[in-house]
């Protein structure tokens, strides 16, 4: 990602720290369509990610 965008946003890197194994898949093929950072920012946005513990 770094290669095709430059230094990516720590929150973004976060994010993706986050995904599973089959959503990294996922973005991975997904990354071949995007133009800019603005759409890997929207990719993740539109995704389920997991929420934290809200103290359940």
Known sequence: MTRRFGAIEPEVQQ???TLSITQ???LAEALLDFSSQTDLVNYLGNISLPQPNQGD
């Open 24 to 26: 990294l898949e996922e």
């Open 15 to 17: 994010q993706i720290c």
